[in-house]
Each structure stands twice: as structure tokens, then as C-alpha cells.
């Protein structure tokens, strides 16, 4: 069992940065794949990014490539998403995700997730 807690959303201008972050919960979180997913208002929920359980094998969508960064410390239990450069239609609700396989950037792969963030950015 994983319990995932975001933070880190919030208001922000267009061309500025958010980091945010998933505090996991479990002794197993090590071996878990992680993911970034995001869902705007009327929208179907979108994958942003994931990374292997050992911080290999990163993805990212082609709408954040270059922009977006995710990371993990598994000695915290915590995985990060660093954003730059942020965009208004980067407007969404930012949720977390726990994968025991490869991390894809299919929802359905994903176990777990956290109660999302909001980031909003502004124009």
C-alpha cells in the first residue's frame, strides 16, 4: 500500500517555475514507478512525465519536454516535478501516481495517486 501527498501548487505568471512534490508513504516506495498526470477543467486526464523506480527511463510528453523535470529521492520517499517556463494551458489539476511496473505513460499502469495540486498559471 502507497499513500501519495502533493504539494506545491499554486498561482503563477506565464514563464514562471513551480516545483512540485509527492511525499509517498511505505516502505516499498523505492521499487514503485512514479508519474506525473494532469487534468484541466473539461479535459481528459493527461500524462506528464515518469521515471523507473531507480531514477532511469524518463518520459515526458511532448507538450512538456525541455519545461518539465521530474526527479525522485527515494531516500525521502518523494518525487519531485521542477516546471519552468510555465504556460496557461499548463492550467490543471497535477496528480501524482505509483506504478509496481515500468512507468508509462498509461494511467492504467498506475496502482495509486494522490489527491492533486492545483497550478495555475496566468497570462
Known amino acids: 500500500q502507497v499513500q501519495l501527498v502533493e504539494s506545491g501548487g499554486g498561482l503563477v505568471q506565464a514563464g514562471g517555475s513551480l516545483r512540485l512534490s509527492c511525499a509517498a508513504s511505505?516502505?516499498?516506495?523505492?521499487?514503485?514507478?512514479m508519474g506525473w498526470f494532469r487534468q484541466a477543467p473539461g479535459k481528459e486526464r493527461e500524462f506528464v512525465a515518469a521515471?523507473?523506480?531507480?531514477?532511469?527511463?524518463?518520459y515526458y510528453a511532448d507538450s512538456v519536454k525541455g519545461r518539465f523535470t521530474i526527479s525522485r529521492d527515494n531516500a525521502k520517499n518523494t518525487v519531485y516535478l521542477q516546471m519552468n517556463s510555465l504556460k496557461p494551458e499548463d492550467t490543471a489539476v497535477y496528480y501524482c501516481?505509483?506504478?509496481?511496473?515500468?512507468?508509462?505513460?498509461?494511467?492504467?499502469?498506475?496502482?495509486?495517486w494522490g489527491q492533486g495540486t492545483q497550478v495555475t498559471v496566468s497570462s
Open positions: 501516481a505509483a506504478s509496481p511496473q515500468y512507468g508509462t505513460s498509461s494511467y492504467k499502469e498506475y496502482d495509486y
Open positions: 521515471l523507473r523506480w531507480d531514477g532511469a527511463r524518463i
Open positions: 511505505g516502505r516499498t516506495f523505492s521499487s514503485y514507478a
